[in-house]
């Protein structure tokens, strides 16, 4: 992600585009019902409303950030 925002703001003089990388467990949704065959304790089935909440709450912020969401609330 950081290597592709220099590349973004040195070769394409674009220093204004802002990244959001998402890395989440699994998520609770049509595509994935299933058991992920892991403790639930490393890796809990996530709400969609949760993960999307985050991806939200880190487009709004303005800043280049990672989006980690591991657990359900």
């Known amino acids: ?3 592709l925002q220099v590349e973004l703001a040195r ?4 220093p204004k585009v802002r990244l959001t ?5 699994f998520i609770k949704s049509p595509l994935f019902k299933g058991d992920t065959g892991l403790p639930n ?11 999307s ?3 939200v709450d ?3 912020s303005g800043v280049d950030q ?3 969401v ?3 609330e």
Not at 21 to 25: P, V
Not at 41 to 51: Q, S
């Open 66 to 68: 990672a989006v980690l």
């Open 58 to 60: 880190s487009l709004y």
């Open 70 to 72: 591991y657990r359900a």
């Open 11 to 14: 070769r394409h003089k674009a």
């Open 21 to 25: 990388n998402g890395i989440f467990n």
């Open 41 to 51: 304790f490393l890796a809990p089935l996530l709400h969609v409303e949760t993960v």
């Open 53 to 55: 909440e985050s991806i």
């Open 1 to 3: 992600m950081q290597g």
